[in-house]
């Protein structure tokens, strides 16, 4: 059983730029949620996809956005990178939800400089 | 809203103590509680999850317990390790069961 892998693992862009950052789920679960951790913070949550739609967001702007494919691995994009942005982006996997629980991958670092 | 915190913030004890990290929760209508451990700059490892209806549940030398009326949990380590040493973080999930919001942490270090 494979967990969850995020590419890439670090990551540098300037300010202005955009960004995408992906995601494989868990062998067996269908639902993908994103997650920002700010240094020294816990997780703080972007949205939920599931069915290949978004099923929740928290309080992010619209210049965060993602997609869920077929396969259920995601995309997260980040257009108009600000420095405030530079955190860890956390991918997690779950099915029903998060009844069961959910499992997270490694992370992507990203510097916005 | 969904408010999480941990206490304390940081611990440090010797090697061989048991010791308790807490967890409370402003909102009492969750799903879940999970507890995770973050060892630094990487991703979350999962150790615990309480079912909303569960008192307890036991993993090797973890304990967690679920007061779900009061809001709190505890995180019971025992006879710690210089490997236990990371960050503890509990989540509770709420938001109609798709949203997982996190404590900051309590961030252990145990010394030989």
């Known amino acids: 059983e494979t967990g969850v892998t995020q590419s890439p693992t670090h990551l540098i862009k300037t300010r202005g730029q955009q960004v995408t950052l992906r995601c494989s789920s868990q062998?067996?679960?269908?639902?993908v949620s994103w997650y920002q951790q700010a240094l020294g913070q816990g997780p703080q949550f972007i949205f939920q996809?599931?069915?290949?739609?978004?099923?929740g967001r928290g309080n992010f702007p619209p210049r965060f956005s993602g997609l869920q494919f077929p396969n259920y691995s995601s995309e997260l994009n980040v257009n108009a990178l600000e420095l405030d942005d530079s955190a860890l982006y956390l991918c997690?996997?779950?099915?029903?939800?998060?009844?069961?629980?959910?499992?997270f991958g490694s992370g992507t670092r990203l510097t916005v400089v | 809203k969904q408010e999480v915190t941990q206490i304390p913030a940081a611990l440090s004890v010797p090697e061989g103590e048991n010791l308790v990290l807490n967890c409370s929760f402003t909102?009492?209508?969750?799903?879940?509680l999970q507890w995770f451990r973050q060892d630094p700059g990487k991703g979350l490892t999962s150790l615990l999850l309480?079912?909303?209806?569960?008192r307890e549940q036991t993993s090797g030398r973890l304990n967690a317990s679920l007061d779900k009326s009061s809001g709190r949990s505890t995180l019971y380590i025992a006879a710690s390790q210089p490997g236990d040493s990371a960050t503890y973080l509990c989540?509770?999930?709420?938001?109609?069961?798709?949203?997982?919001?996190f404590g900051t942490g309590t961030q252990l270090k145990v010394e030989l």
């Open positions: 997690a996997s779950s099915s029903q939800g998060g009844s069961y629980g959910y499992t």
């Open positions: 062998s067996g679960h269908n639902t």
């Open positions: 996809y599931y069915r290949e739609e978004e099923n």
């Open positions: 909102d009492s209508a969750i799903y879940n």
């Open positions: 309480i079912q909303s209806s569960q």
């Open positions: 989540a509770v999930l709420t938001g109609g069961g798709n949203k997982l919001t």
